[in-house]
């Protein structure tokens, strides 16, 4: 015999029964959104008998498992195309607030809401309608204990396995961060390589400018000697200047 605490803690037996939607109305009517296929959370609040935040914070707790189970939240142009749809369907004004987000839940959804709402009264009283149908026509209630006992004995032989890999991954992140360390220091030194390199690079530019500079400077005092060499050649062609650079040379005059 399956145990209603099964049902609250197994997931996968949870997922095995969801389809089983029709216990809902053995409890009481839920009512629907005008399209007949939603509820809001405010309707499964009062289907429940509780607040708004209890089914709020489950929704949180539990979000991909419902997802799973039809959970939809509307925003934006689907929000929009949602409420203009579902007003077209009703003969009454259907209230439209203005909200930036609207959270569906399916038959489905509130189904599986029912497996994990553990406080609520019209929720255990689903429960109890669920697992007498899942024993009375589904598979046999032992064989799925069977299945549910198994299948926490695996994930009890993970959790040791889990916790080596968590051990290894710990060493390979250690490790990693040492590589990263080290790279960002090469990186550091590159980087002040590169900056010297730099200086070296305008300290060179200089010097071919001096030489560049000096080069013109000798350039231009060749063209000066030459021209000198020049003149000096023309005068020592002439008779006077020479009789009179030898007359002062011979008397110790410069």
Known sequence: M???QALLESRTLRENVRGRTETLDKVKALTLLPDGLHVTTALVATYFVVHSNT???LVTRHREELTN?????LQGSDLQDFESDTMSLSNESYP???RRRLTLYTRRTVLNIAMLLRDSPVAREVRAYLLDAVE???APAADLERRVAALEGLLADIGPALRDVGAVLHRVDDRLRRVET???DMETRLGDMETRLGDVETRLGDVETRLDHMRTELESTQRIVAGMSVRLAD????PDISHRLCRRYRHGRP
Do not use: C, N
């Open 182 to 184: 080290r790279l960002g």
């Open 2 to 4: 399956i145990k209603e």
């Open 235 to 238: 005068l020592a062609g002439d």
């Open 55 to 57: 089914i709020r914070a």
């Open 69 to 73: 189970s039809g959970l939809t939240v």
């Open 96 to 98: 439209q607030a203005k």
């Open 136 to 138: 009375g026509h589904g």
